[in-house]
């Protein structure tokens, strides 16, 4: 059964405290990325990865961090320096050499800061 | 970089009313211009596509067109249904590159009325 998924699904995290977000994907995808969903604004951009090994900051990558060890995983590390992070988190995958972009997104993290 | 701007942000319309929203965009590079559908607590999902080397593509109730001179995009559905609330979210790809970055715009919370 081909996907992406995320884990955990929910996520509390104290003041100060670093988090890491999983995501996962068999797709067999290059690229994979990162997305913060608050309400009406849209998804906006943390990171992104086009090959393992190599990524790059989003829009908004400040107080993020990221690896890229394997092809199939992409976490994410929430840091203490973001300001604000409660927020719904959305990992998405694509196969850039494919002429259709698709992104397939995880089901995402809701990430609550106590 | 690429900015998309979406409107309008809320949309309420009756069962069986068309639905209109818009999107425009900043780089004439971009070429790729996804739909994608968020239903309440899910992941985003395609519903819709289109390439710059064309004007229009429909799939069943869903239409979209492209403008490429005035660099706008709109999303039609006619004949809705209840099951068509859900936010919608446009897209475009980052100046005209393969890889798939996408910028999205800020989201249209479409109510259908029964």
């Known amino acids: 059964d081909g996907g992406i998924t995320q884990s955990p699904k929910y996520l509390f995290r104290k003041e100060g405290q670093n988090v890491t977000l999983s995501c996962e994907q068999n797709?067999?995808?290059?690229?994979m990325y990162w997305y913060r969903q608050d309400p009406g604004q849209g998804l906006r951009l943390i990171y992104y990865s086009q090959i393992v090994n190599d990524f790059q900051k989003g829009d908004i990558a400040e107080g993020y961090s990221v690896s890229r060890e394997k092809k199939e995983s992409f976490p994410l590390t929430v840091t203490s320096a973001q300001k604000n992070p409660t927020a719904f988190y959305l990992c998405?995958?694509?196969?850039?050499?494919?002429?259709?972009?698709?992104?397939?997104f995880g089901p995402g993290t809701r990430l609550t800061v106590l | 970089g690429e900015n998309v701007e979406q409107h309008p942000s809320t949309l309420s319309v009756q069962e069986g009313d068309s639905a209109v929203i818009k999107c425009t965009y900043s780089d004439s590079a971009s070429n790729y211009f996804p739909w994608y559908k968020q239903e309440l607590g899910k992941r985003p999902q395609l519903i819709i596509d289109?390439?710059?080397?064309?004007g229009e593509k429909k799939d069943q109730r869903i239409a979209v067109t492209l403008n490429k001179t005035a660099k706008h995009f709109s999303l039609h559905i006619t004949e809705t249904q209840p099951e068509d609330s859900a936010v919608y979210f446009c897209a475009a790809n980052a100046g005209g590159t393969s890889y798939g970055k996408l910028t999205f715009g800020q989201g249209t919370i479409l109510t259908v009325h029964p």
């Open positions: 289109i390439r710059s080397n064309v």
């Open positions: 998405a995958s694509s196969s850039p050499g494919q002429a259709r972009n698709e992104q397939f």
């Open positions: 797709l067999n995808h290059d690229a």
